[in-house]
């Protein structure tokens, strides 16, 4: 049972509020029965508190769904009712709308998204494809973490249903060498063991890879105990990762992909992000939320998209980096109010564990640096810059060493940069300001130029007229 309230803007809303009980409503031995009773009364606990919390928040639309272990529990019907009687009007998704809303999800937070998602809960895992921006048919397997043992026998009857559902659909050909999207508490838990087990320095599960191969070593680690891993992870998801790693070890024998990786946005964001219009759909979840965190903390309006056009003559970046500076340039403002001293070490801050999505753990890197530079910072030097190619953090450091000229030229002022502008041509690069304004190139802004020049290897002057 999971309460989320969500605020913000609509392409990338953002969870204010977020509590989960584990009340094993899929824990059923026999998936057709009745709902466990103690399971149950658990589930209307956590409902009742989470109606009262909905009031106080003042929660403008409440939407509630049940999926697998209710659809299919006879007394399902029943508890339903019973979920109204608290005051909250409950829906149950059928099989193809959890696999639906799932991939949806998954679209929402990775956009370019190509190839399975298997959303595992307790009673259920869900396998639909995705691609182009769109899910395909998805189907409901019973293989939840709470429905299957960690053992042999387990094993074997897991593999024959996998393998009976598999073959009913066209899934396998759409995983062949393709990504394998892993959705569900559980495999997030067995992300943060491999994080573990292979001290990888950026605690973030969103976008974190895993090499197919790797997985027959985490069936192993999850089944030893090891202290680092209860820190890392809640007890009640550290019980559920040998089956979660059994039935992941199951499904890369079956479908054969070339990666796995992590989605920590599923069915609740899928259940968002599929009712927005197509314009917002095509948003760049990263670009969105970058403007919204740091409109937040600009002094004179918001002028990270100015700041980017007046910085890109100097950069022919791809698309995919283009999206980056863009993102780093919208965030240029966002540590000022902090002490000066730290200013660089808040925005590195933001950068690494901010809740972004549509990124990975390269990328975060990279805004990380250009925000570092930006601020006055050195190059980044710990482990989080093996994340990232020389080459690439170099490219981040000259972006922020270009915004922080346009900072200082500006004092944070959209305006000034519209009048003036960035060039390079034979070697150097040119500031260029209007005749009668050449007074905005003081001795602070003019040692920042030199610097920039020396950033990219050129030589730098300034420019009236």
């Not at 003042?58 to 009687?85: L, S, W, Y």
């Not at 969105?288 to 003559?313: K, M, N, T, V, Y």
């Not at 981040?396 to 060039?423: C, D, F, I, N, Y």
Request: aromatic letters at 4%; glycine letters at 10%.
């Amino acid at each position: 049972m999971r309460l989320v309230v969500y605020a913000g803007p609509p392409r990338v809303p953002t969870p204010i509020f977020n509590e989960k009980v584990l009340a094993g409503l899929g824990s059923s031995s026999d998936p057709g029965g009745q709902l466990p009773e103690e399971p149950r009364q658990k589930a209307l606990a956590a409902l009742s508190r989470f109606k009262l919390l909905i009031d106080q928040m003042r929660v403008k639309e409440t939407r509630v769904v049940a999926t697998a272990a209710v659809r299919d529990a006879k007394d399902g019907p029943q508890f339903i009712r019973d979920i109204r009687r608290i005051g909250l009007d409950c829906e149950i998704l059928s099989a193809e709308q959890e696999a639906h809303y799932a991939g949806e999800g998954v679209l929402s937070g990775i956009p370019d998204a190509h190839g399975i998602v298997g959303d595992l809960g307790g009673g259920s895992l869900e396998l639909v494809g995705v691609g182009d921006g769109r899910t395909k048919v998805g189907i409901s397997v019973p293989l939840g973490v709470l429905r299957v043992e960690a053992s042999a026998a387990g094993e074997r009857a897991a593999r024959r249903v996998l393998k009976a559902a598999l073959n009913e659909t066209e899934i396998r050909d759409q995983a062949r060498g393709r990504s394998f999207y892993m959705v569900g508490g559980s495999w997030r838990a067995l992300a943060r063991l491999d994080m573990v087990a292979t001290d990888f320095p950026l605690p973030i599960t969103h976008q974190h890879r895993i090499p197919p191969l790797r997985v027959a070593e985490l069936r192993t680690l999850a089944a030893m105990a090891d202290p680092r891993r209860t820190k890392a992870i809640a007890p009640a998801r550290l019980a559920s990762t040998p089956v979660a790693a059994m039935l992941l070890d199951l499904l890369v024998d079956e479908l054969e992909p070339a990666q796995l990786v992590v989605s920590t946005y599923g069915i609740r964001e899928g259940l968002l992000f599929s009712r927005l219009k197509p314009h917002l759909r095509q948003l760049d979840p990263l670009v969105e939320e970058a403007r919204c965190s740091g409109g937040g903390e600009h002094r004179f309006g918001q002028h990270g998209d100015l700041l980017d056009e007046w910085i890109a003559p100097l950069f022919f970046d791809e698309p995919r980096m283009r999206r980056l500076r863009l993102a780093s340039c919208l965030l240029a403002d966002v540590a000022w109010q902090a002490n000066p001293g730290f200013r660089a070490e808040r925005a590195v801050e933001l950068a690494l564990h901010g809740n972004w999505v549509a990124i990975d753990a390269a990328g975060r890197v990279m805004i990380a640096q250009a925000l570092s530079s930006a601020f006055g910072g050195e190059r980044l030097k710990t482990t989080l810059a093996q994340l990232c190619s020389e080459e690439q953090l170099r490219r981040a450091h000259a972006w922020g060493v270009a915004m922080r000229l346009g900072q200082r030229l500006s004092g944070g002022v959209g305006a000034v940069l519209k009048r003036t502008r960035l060039s390079a041509a034979n070697g150097v690069v040119i500031l260029h300001v209007k005749r009668g304004e050449e007074a905005l190139v003081g001795d602070q802004v003019e040692r920042r130029l030199v610097r920039l020049g020396e950033t990219l290897g050129r030589e730098a002057v300034v420019a009236s007229g």
